[in-house]
Protein backbone atom coordinates (compact mmCIF):
# COMPACT_ATOMS: atom_id res chain seq x y z
CA UNK A 1 0.00 0.00 0.00
CA UNK A 2 1.75 3.10 -1.06
CA UNK A 3 -0.44 5.29 1.52
CA UNK A 4 -1.95 4.44 4.57
CA UNK A 5 -5.06 7.28 4.38
CA UNK A 6 -5.68 9.15 1.51
CA UNK A 7 -8.82 11.52 0.99
CA UNK A 8 -9.90 13.51 -2.28
CA UNK A 9 -12.23 16.41 -1.54
CA UNK A 10 -13.68 15.17 1.69
CA UNK A 11 -16.29 17.22 2.66
CA UNK A 12 -18.88 17.81 5.59
CA UNK A 13 -21.88 20.00 5.79
CA UNK A 14 -23.78 21.00 8.68
CA UNK A 15 -26.66 22.31 7.54
CA UNK A 16 -25.22 25.50 6.04
CA UNK A 17 -22.14 25.18 7.79
CA UNK A 18 -19.40 24.04 5.99
CA UNK A 19 -16.87 21.96 8.66
CA UNK A 20 -14.75 20.38 6.02
CA UNK A 21 -14.40 22.22 2.62
CA UNK A 22 -12.66 19.92 -0.27
CA UNK A 23 -9.77 17.83 1.96
CA UNK A 24 -7.44 15.91 -0.44
CA UNK A 25 -3.99 14.92 1.76
CA UNK A 26 -2.40 11.77 1.99
CA UNK A 27 -0.40 9.92 4.93
CA UNK A 28 2.40 7.24 4.49
CA UNK A 29 3.16 4.18 6.10
CA UNK A 30 4.96 4.75 9.48
CA UNK A 31 4.58 8.37 9.09
CA UNK A 32 3.42 10.21 12.25
CA UNK A 33 1.58 13.32 10.72
CA UNK A 34 0.65 15.80 12.71
CA UNK A 35 -2.79 17.61 11.99
CA UNK A 36 -2.95 21.05 13.62
CA UNK A 37 -5.79 24.51 13.13
CA UNK A 38 -7.38 26.97 15.37
CA UNK A 39 -10.65 26.00 17.39
CA UNK A 40 -13.46 25.33 14.42
CA UNK A 41 -11.00 24.58 11.33
CA UNK A 42 -12.07 21.32 10.95
CA UNK A 43 -9.59 19.11 12.57
CA UNK A 44 -11.98 16.91 14.66
CA UNK A 45 -14.24 16.51 11.85
CA UNK A 46 -11.83 15.35 10.13
CA UNK A 47 -10.77 12.83 12.48
CA UNK A 48 -14.52 11.67 12.99
CA UNK A 49 -14.91 11.06 9.52
CA UNK A 50 -11.64 8.97 9.66
CA UNK A 51 -12.48 7.12 12.18
CA UNK A 52 -16.42 6.96 10.86
CA UNK A 53 -18.04 8.09 13.54
CA UNK A 54 -19.10 10.65 11.28
CA UNK A 55 -20.03 9.68 7.39
CA UNK A 56 -18.55 12.42 4.84
CA UNK A 57 -21.30 14.63 2.98
CA UNK A 58 -18.80 14.37 -0.28
CA UNK A 59 -15.27 13.56 -1.40
CA UNK A 60 -13.73 10.24 -0.77
CA UNK A 61 -11.55 8.48 1.55
CA UNK A 62 -9.52 5.61 2.42
CA UNK A 63 -7.81 4.50 5.91
CA UNK A 64 -5.58 1.02 5.73
CA UNK A 65 -6.81 0.52 2.18
CA UNK A 66 -10.22 0.74 3.29
CA UNK A 67 -13.33 3.01 1.92
CA UNK A 68 -14.82 4.95 5.33
CA UNK A 69 -18.27 5.31 3.73
CA UNK A 70 -18.25 1.47 2.30
CA UNK A 71 -16.15 -0.46 4.36
CA UNK A 72 -16.75 1.30 7.84
CA UNK A 73 -16.08 -2.29 9.78
CA UNK A 74 -12.79 -2.83 8.33
CA UNK A 75 -11.74 0.76 8.73
CA UNK A 76 -12.74 0.12 12.52
CA UNK A 77 -10.22 -3.12 13.06
CA UNK A 78 -7.46 -1.17 11.36
CA UNK A 79 -7.48 1.37 13.74
CA UNK A 80 -6.79 2.78 17.20
CA UNK A 81 -8.00 5.73 18.92
CA UNK A 82 -7.21 7.80 21.54
CA UNK A 83 -9.66 10.72 22.18
CA UNK A 84 -8.65 14.30 24.41
CA UNK A 85 -11.08 13.22 27.32
CA UNK A 86 -9.99 10.27 29.52
CA UNK A 87 -11.30 7.02 28.39
CA UNK A 88 -9.81 4.56 31.02
CA UNK A 89 -11.52 3.59 33.93
CA UNK A 90 -10.08 4.49 37.49
CA UNK A 91 -11.69 2.46 39.18
CA UNK A 92 -10.21 -0.12 37.74
CA UNK A 93 -6.33 -1.47 37.30
CA UNK A 94 -4.61 -1.31 34.32
CA UNK A 95 -4.57 -5.31 33.47
CA UNK A 96 -8.26 -4.72 34.01
CA UNK A 97 -8.60 -1.83 31.54
CA UNK A 98 -6.75 -3.69 28.78
CA UNK A 99 -8.79 -6.34 29.54
CA UNK A 100 -11.82 -5.05 28.51
CA UNK A 101 -10.21 -3.52 25.88
CA UNK A 102 -9.28 -6.66 24.91
CA UNK A 103 -12.46 -8.32 24.98
CA UNK A 104 -14.20 -5.46 23.00
CA UNK A 105 -11.71 -5.94 20.53
CA UNK A 106 -12.44 -10.02 20.19
CA UNK A 107 -9.17 -10.19 21.12
CA UNK A 108 -9.09 -14.51 21.33
CA UNK A 109 -9.06 -15.56 24.77
CA UNK A 110 -5.60 -17.26 24.39
CA UNK A 111 -3.88 -14.17 23.55
CA UNK A 112 -5.50 -11.97 25.37
CA UNK A 113 -2.52 -12.16 28.51
CA UNK A 114 0.05 -12.00 26.49
CA UNK A 115 -0.91 -9.12 24.61
CA UNK A 116 -1.72 -7.21 27.31
CA UNK A 117 1.72 -8.39 29.45
CA UNK A 118 3.42 -6.91 26.07
CA UNK A 119 1.68 -3.46 26.31
CA UNK A 120 2.44 -3.01 29.90
CA UNK A 121 6.01 -3.29 29.51
CA UNK A 122 6.29 -1.11 25.62
CA UNK A 123 4.31 1.45 27.76
CA UNK A 124 6.42 1.52 30.84
CA UNK A 125 3.53 0.25 33.23
CA UNK A 126 4.63 -3.68 34.05
CA UNK A 127 5.54 -2.19 37.72
CA UNK A 128 2.29 -0.39 38.17
CA UNK A 129 0.14 -3.16 36.30
CA UNK A 130 -2.31 -3.88 39.45
CA UNK A 131 -3.11 -0.71 40.95
CA UNK A 132 -5.92 1.21 40.34
CA UNK A 133 -5.49 3.58 37.45
CA UNK A 134 -6.83 6.60 39.18
CA UNK A 135 -3.65 7.06 41.31
CA UNK A 136 -1.68 7.25 37.90
CA UNK A 137 -0.09 10.11 37.16
CA UNK A 138 -1.73 12.16 33.63
CA UNK A 139 1.35 10.58 31.63
CA UNK A 140 0.56 7.29 32.65
CA UNK A 141 -3.05 7.10 32.55
CA UNK A 142 -1.85 8.78 28.55
CA UNK A 143 0.14 6.23 28.06
CA UNK A 144 -2.35 3.86 29.39
CA UNK A 145 -4.77 4.50 26.86
CA UNK A 146 -2.31 4.14 24.47
CA UNK A 147 -1.71 0.68 25.14
CA UNK A 148 -5.36 0.04 24.82
CA UNK A 149 -5.54 1.79 21.72
CA UNK A 150 -2.84 -0.75 20.47
CA UNK A 151 -3.82 -4.26 21.56
CA UNK A 152 -5.35 -5.28 18.61
CA UNK A 153 -2.20 -3.55 16.58
CA UNK A 154 -3.74 -1.43 14.52
CA UNK A 155 -2.23 -0.04 10.88
CA UNK A 156 -3.12 3.49 12.02
CA UNK A 157 -3.34 5.16 15.40
CA UNK A 158 -5.25 8.49 15.79
CA UNK A 159 -4.00 10.36 18.68
CA UNK A 160 -6.46 13.85 19.75
CA UNK A 161 -4.59 15.77 21.65
CA UNK A 162 -2.46 13.47 22.97
CA UNK A 163 -0.49 15.61 26.34
CA UNK A 164 -3.07 18.18 26.68
CA UNK A 165 -2.81 19.01 30.29
CA UNK A 166 0.27 17.16 30.99
CA UNK A 167 3.69 19.12 32.53
CA UNK A 168 6.56 19.20 30.19
CA UNK A 169 7.86 15.77 31.86
CA UNK A 170 4.96 14.10 31.47
CA UNK A 171 4.54 15.54 27.79
CA UNK A 172 8.10 14.54 26.77
CA UNK A 173 7.32 10.62 28.37
CA UNK A 174 4.46 10.38 26.10
CA UNK A 175 6.62 11.18 22.97
CA UNK A 176 9.08 8.89 23.52
CA UNK A 177 6.41 6.28 23.37
CA UNK A 178 4.88 7.65 20.39
CA UNK A 179 8.54 7.45 18.51
CA UNK A 180 8.53 4.12 19.59
CA UNK A 181 5.32 3.25 18.16
CA UNK A 182 6.28 4.23 15.03
CA UNK A 183 10.16 2.83 15.12
CA UNK A 184 9.73 -0.63 16.92
CA UNK A 185 5.93 -1.54 15.63
CA UNK A 186 5.87 0.69 12.32
CA UNK A 187 2.59 2.38 13.20
CA UNK A 188 1.12 5.22 11.20
CA UNK A 189 0.51 8.01 13.63
CA UNK A 190 -2.33 10.98 12.62
CA UNK A 191 -2.30 13.37 15.77
CA UNK A 192 -3.73 16.62 16.50
CA UNK A 193 -2.80 19.28 18.74
CA UNK A 194 -2.01 22.60 19.84
CA UNK A 195 1.23 22.98 21.13
CA UNK A 196 3.70 23.83 17.93
CA UNK A 197 6.85 22.19 19.36
CA UNK A 198 5.26 18.70 19.70
CA UNK A 199 4.43 18.89 16.35
CA UNK A 200 7.76 19.98 15.52
CA UNK A 201 9.11 17.20 17.73
CA UNK A 202 7.15 14.38 16.42
CA UNK A 203 5.94 15.10 13.07
CA UNK A 204 7.44 14.27 9.97
CA UNK A 205 5.05 16.33 8.48
CA UNK A 206 1.98 18.65 9.48
CA UNK A 207 -1.29 19.91 7.41
CA UNK A 208 -2.98 23.29 8.77
CA UNK A 209 -6.25 23.65 8.84
CA UNK A 210 -8.40 27.14 8.53
CA UNK A 211 -12.25 27.44 8.44
CA UNK A 212 -12.40 24.30 6.74
CA UNK A 213 -9.55 24.32 4.15
CA UNK A 214 -6.22 22.86 3.68
CA UNK A 215 -4.00 26.10 4.35
CA UNK A 216 -0.83 24.71 4.15
CA UNK A 217 0.85 21.28 4.12
CA UNK A 218 4.88 20.10 4.32
CA UNK A 219 7.84 19.09 7.07
CA UNK A 220 7.73 21.71 9.50
CA UNK A 221 11.40 22.80 8.44
CA UNK A 222 10.25 23.21 5.05
CA UNK A 223 7.14 25.36 6.69
CA UNK A 224 8.59 27.80 8.67
CA UNK A 225 11.60 28.29 5.84
CA UNK A 226 8.51 29.45 3.45
CA UNK A 227 7.32 31.82 6.13
CA UNK A 228 10.81 33.58 6.89
CA UNK A 229 13.98 33.94 8.58
CA UNK A 230 14.18 31.81 11.86
CA UNK A 231 10.32 31.53 11.53
CA UNK A 232 9.14 28.89 13.94
CA UNK A 233 5.76 26.43 13.28
CA UNK A 234 4.54 29.10 16.02
CA UNK A 235 4.82 31.99 13.33
CA UNK A 236 3.64 29.75 10.53
CA UNK A 237 0.60 28.91 12.30
CA UNK A 238 -0.09 32.66 13.37
CA UNK A 239 0.69 33.18 9.19
CA UNK A 240 -1.32 31.10 7.88
CA UNK A 241 -4.77 31.14 10.36
CA UNK A 242 -3.99 34.39 11.49
CA UNK A 243 -3.97 33.82 14.95
CA UNK A 244 -2.40 32.06 17.61
CA UNK A 245 -3.23 29.13 19.88
CA UNK A 246 -4.08 30.78 22.67
CA UNK A 247 -7.10 32.68 21.86
CA UNK A 248 -9.76 30.59 20.02
CA UNK A 249 -12.49 28.39 21.85
CA UNK A 250 -16.02 28.42 22.83
CA UNK A 251 -16.68 28.65 26.67
CA UNK A 252 -17.55 24.83 26.11
CA UNK A 253 -13.61 23.88 24.55
CA UNK A 254 -12.35 25.81 27.36
CA UNK A 255 -14.35 24.18 30.10
CA UNK A 256 -13.57 20.52 28.49
CA UNK A 257 -9.99 21.13 28.33
CA UNK A 258 -9.88 22.80 31.42
CA UNK A 259 -12.03 19.43 32.92
CA UNK A 260 -9.74 17.10 31.25
CA UNK A 261 -6.60 19.12 32.67
CA UNK A 262 -7.73 19.16 35.74
CA UNK A 263 -8.37 14.86 35.55
CA UNK A 264 -4.78 13.93 34.56
CA UNK A 265 -3.02 16.51 36.91
Not at 3 to 20: K, Y
Not at 34 to 45: D, E, H, I, S, V
Request: aromatic residues 4%; hydrophobic residues 40%; contains cysteine.
Amino acid sequence: MSNVIETAELRREFGPVVAVDGLSLHIEPGEVFGLLGPNGAGKTTTIKMLITLLPPTSGRALVAGYDIAREPRLVRRSIGYVPQLLSSDGALSAVENLDVSARLYHIPASERRRRIDEALEFMGLGDVRDNLVRTYSGGMIRRLEIAQAMLHRPQVLFLDEPTVGLDPTARRAVWEHVRRLRDDEGTTILLTTHYMEEAAELCERVAIMHLGKLVALGTPASLADAVGPDASLDDVFTHYTGGNLDEGGTYRDVARTRRTAHRLG
